[in-house]
């Protein structure tokens, strides 16, 4: 069962402080990964996509992404109270006969910042 | 249409009935996928349509459940005799682009919430 790991919080960060989220996948072949931001009772929204090792920055957000230790982490510089949501690690689902479809979804850490 | 459009938003059904759930995907994506979320987990993969096909059904839990896409837009999720643990939001995506890549692209509707009673 290919697995995507995260701490479920809640994390409590200070406003104007730097959140950072964590998320371990247990496919060594996966190569697709994806930070969804969701709040309470809505849907989720992407926020960051990461294909490669290193960093990739957007705004506020950084996605980090090292393979060799299948770890994927996001970064939100300035934490908001508008930040205050669950954030979902997903990585793509690998078929045995090559392609992909779908994702495979952690089950997302609470993020909280305090104003 | 602007985005993925589901309905209803809400079902509240009694246990061994029949439902639909419906997914309009945004106009001309050819990818669809049908996800179920439950209370405090992150979204589970059901199945996945490229055009009018089922590309992958292994995530539907059991033969209770099946989704078609006759015209390789609006899906239907279609859910039979329900039972009280088929409580979840129910949501669908959708992408222009198979592969794996295509899931920069997804965008998901805003779920319908499902409660058998």
């Known amino acids: 069962q290919k697995e995507v790991e995260q701490n479920s919080g809640p994390l409590s960060v200070p406003e104007g402080a730097i959140a950072s989220l964590n998320c371990t996948y247990s496919d060594r072949g996966s190569q697709s990964f994806f930070w969804y931001r969701q709040y309470s009772g809505k849907s989720p929204e992407l926020i960051m996509s990461?294909?490669?090792?290193g960093d990739k920055e957007d705004g506020r957000f950084t996605a980090q992404l090292n393979k060799a230790s299948q770890y994927v982490s996001l970064l939100i510089r300035d934490s908001q109270p508008s930040d205050s949501a669950t954030y979902l690690c997903a990585v793509n689902r690998r078929l045995s006969g090559g392609g992909a479809d779908g994702l495979t979804f952690g089950k997302g850490t609470h993020l909280i910042i305090q104003p | 249409g602007a985005g993925v459009s589901q309905t209803p938003s809400n079902k509240v059904t009694e246990k061994g009935k029949y439902v639909e759930l419906r997914c309009d995907p945004i106009s001309g994506h050819t990818a669809l996928y049908w996800y179920r979320q439950s209370l405090g987990q992150g979204p589970e993969f059901l199945i996945y349509f490229q055009g009018t096909g089922a590309a992958d059904d292994s995530g539907l839990p059991n033969d209770r459940f099946f989704a078609v896409r006759p015209e390789g837009s609006v899906s239907t999720l279609k859910i039979q005799r329900t039972e009280r643990g088929d409580s979840a939001m129910y949501l669908c995506?959708?992408?222009?682009?198979?592969?794996?890549?295509?899931?920069?692209?997804?965008?998901f509707g805003q779920g319908t919430r499902l409660t058998v009673v």
């Open positions: 995506a959708s992408s222009l682009i198979r592969g794996p890549r295509a899931n920069t692209e997804a965008f």
């Open positions: 990461i294909y490669s090792n």
